[in-house]
């Protein structure tokens, strides 16, 4: 088993009063994991930046700290850091999207408007080519 597949979501959670993690049942302390679990996983994973990204999330999703493991905490800084830059601008440009659509699409009233308008000039046309014999 790779090492990238260790932590799936959810196999790790982590107790701030008790200073303990859990990993997959087995419940150690907190200084023995990070100091012994993770740096040994982060050592084995080397410079493979998605493998050094699966185990620092899951710590970071459970509230623990990704600080202290050197460059291993800037390259998951890094990934967070585009992960917010890559969701604003998915937000922006769902924003701009939302925009463009509702200045396309017509509202209730501007249909309302435009079927009361064609309705009256198929009266007017009706009113004005009219004839006494002709069967609209």
Request: net charge positive; hydrophobic share 40%.
């Amino acid at each position: 088993m790779s090492i990238k597949h260790l932590w799936n979501k959810g196999a790790l959670s982590y107790d701030s009063k008790k200073q303990t993690v859990t990993l997959y049942g087995q419940t150690t302390n907190e200084m023995f994991f990070r100091e012994v679990t993770v740096t040994t996983a982060l050592n084995a994973a080397g410079s493979n930046d998605g493998v050094i990204v699966s185990i620092l999330l899951p710590m970071h999703e459970a509230g623990m700290s990704t600080q202290g493991f050197g460059e291993y905490s800037r390259t998951f800084a890094n990934y967070l850091r585009d992960n917010r830059i890559e969701a604003e601008r998915k937000q922006r440009e769902v924003a701009e999207h939302t925009e463009r659509m509702a200045a396309i699409l017509a509202t209730p009233e501007e249909i309302e408007k435009a079927v009361a308008e064609r309705r009256a000039n198929i009266a007017q046309q009706k009113q004005r080519f009219r004839k006494a014999s002709a069967g609209f």
